[in-house]
């Protein structure tokens, strides 16, 4: 679909539905807010809605929806449908926020259906022109239509009404051709969301008349059949949501297995669609990674481990059980058995973050190394460092953050705290148990420990005498 130009007449504009009550979600989040991947129900539909570059993108909402914590990408607006009478009445409400000066099509997507994708919506809408249709409906094939609005044909195949579950007749529930939500609307068939009657067992306006309506008044109108059923499962449910999951799921993982990348068991294997990992990497099982992470080429991804938002470099492998958020993993660096790699941590070439380690906003040189139980919180580490076991970074005063750096190829003794603001110089030591409190210059030993006494034979002295008081008799 060509973007409208300025100037020009405009062309397509697409209306999201989302103002529905959820009920069936039975929950307090409205149902197009529910994650998909870490991601809202809302942000699928407008996605692929944004894909097709339409001129104006109209998202109906209700009265309770948090427009202010759900900001639109730009482009986009909300309309509010003030009380819930229905999918017709919803989209009166976006053709109003439309405005009277619009002539082009309107394509009405559900918001509740996050899977369809832009390249169903092309093909559906060259259909709706080539046809020259006023009003076109996409519809597919359901293997359990159950809940979906069925598609009434004539002896000729042309559509004459969509019917509803609960209005359905039994031989009518048979039929497996069922509506999407997806509608391509032109001018000309915007008065018939006028004419549209209350349905009386449900009292609200359903769009899906339309068809009916249409075909009454000889509109040129088509319904076709296009597209994969899991394109268009309508999220109605908790169960639906899982669906839509597993759905896909499932297609993230044949992606990556055709590209290259090994994963022992699929079947507990959790990558958003979004996520991007390169060939030659080794995924185990009951692994999730969210978010915008990029795994490079022959990574490996131990058991357990969750990966948001963060970049794995070539070669690096992650050990099981491991948290890493928002962080940057430098090429061949090795990270876990149970790390947690916290926001802003970034590590260096090689280097090393081992078991029961902890990182936040902090910078681990090429082959610098944190093997065992640390804390290292605002901390630039530089080259070849070593950090011993129990090395704690006292980054916080109780008010402030503090900076600690610790200079190329310097040892740190184990259990030793730097309280922040401290500079580590290149090349010094710090002495196992230090409590480094001024900066330690290049090159020298620092040690702050007590000096170690050996008091002999004090253990027999201390011996404690068994005590001469006698238990008393019961
Ligand atoms: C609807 C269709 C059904 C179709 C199915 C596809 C109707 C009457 N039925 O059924 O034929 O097979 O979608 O998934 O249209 N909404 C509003 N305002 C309202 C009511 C609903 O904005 O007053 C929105 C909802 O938030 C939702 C969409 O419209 O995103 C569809 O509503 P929903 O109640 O989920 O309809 P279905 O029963 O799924
Ligand atoms: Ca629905």
């Keep these: 679909m060509a973007p409208a130009k300025a100037g020009k007449e405009i062309k397509l504009a697409c209306i999201i539905l989302a103002a529905g009550h959820g009920t069936r979600m039975k929950s307090l989040l409205a149902k197009v807010l529910h994650p998909i991947y870490g991601r809202p129900m809302l942000d699928y539909a407008l996605e692929t809605a944004l894909a097709l570059k ?11 929806f948090d427009t202010e914590n759900f900001p639109l990408p730009k482009g986009a607006r909300y309309a509010i449908q003030k009380e819930q009478k229905g999918t017709a009445n919803a989209v009166s409400a976006g053709v109003s926020a439309l405005g009277k000066s619009f002539k082009g099509t309107t394509l009405v997507l559900n918001g509740d259906t996050p899977l369809v994708t832009p390249g169903t919506l092309k093909r559906f809408l060259r259909l709706h022109k080539k046809n020259r249709n006023k009003l076109s409906v996409l519809s597919f094939t359901a293997y359990d239509p159950t809940g979906y609005g069925r598609i009434l044909r004539d002896e000729d195949g042309r559509a004459i009404a969509i019917v509803e579950e609960k209005d359905a007749t039994g031989d009518e529930q048979d039929i497996c051709e069922v509506n999407s939500g997806v509608y391509a609307l032109e001018h000309a068939a915007l008065p018939l969301l006028k004419s549209i009657k209350k349905n009386r067992k449900k009292g609200e306006y359903y769009l899906t008349d339309i068809v009916e309506l249409a075909s009454e008044k000889k509109l040129q109108a088509g319904v076709f059949c296009q597209g994969d059923e899991d394109e268009f499962l309508g999220i109605n449910s908790r169960l639906d949501l899982a669906r839509a999951h597993e759905a896909l799921r499932l297609l993230k993982i044949k992606e990556l297995l055709e ?24 995924i185990y099982p009951n692994v999730f990674l969210h978010g915008r992470t990029k795994i490079g080429k022959g990574c490996t991804i131990y058991p357990n481990v969750r990966i948001i938002d963060s970049t794995i470099r070539d070669g690096a492998v992650i050990k099981d059980s491991c948290l890493i958020e928002e962080a940057i993993v430098g090429k061949d660096a090795f990270v876990g058995p149970m790390a947690h790699l916290r926001p802003l941590t970034r590590l260096g070439k090689g280097a090393k973050v081992g078991n029961f380690v902890e990182t936040k906003r902090s910078t681990i040189g090429e082959g610098s190394k944190a093997m065992h139980l640390s804390y290292i919180g605002d901390t630039t580490v530089g080259k070849h460092a070593n950090i011993g076991a129990g090395t704690v970074t006292c980054n916080y005063d109780g008010k402030a953050k503090h900076h600690t750096v610790i200079g190329d190829g310097v040892f740190i003794g184990s259990g030793s705290q730097l309280v922040a603001p401290v500079n580590i110089g290149k090349g010094s030591y710090v002495g196992a148990g230090s409590t480094i409190t001024r900066d330690v210059s290049a090159g020298s030993l620092s040690i702050t420990r007590a000096e170690q006494k050996t008091l002999k034979g004090w253990a027999a002295k201390k011996t404690v005498k068994p005590s001469k008081k006698k238990k008393k008799k019961k």
Aim: hydrophobic content about 40%; proline content about 9%; aromatic content about 2%.
């Design 54 to 64: 339409p001129a104006r993108t109209i998202v109906v909402v209700n009265r309770q």
């Design 259 to 282: 590209k290259g990348v090994t994963l022992i068991d699929p079947a507990s294997t959790y990558i958003a669609p979004e996520v991007k990992v390169a060939k030659d990497t080794c």
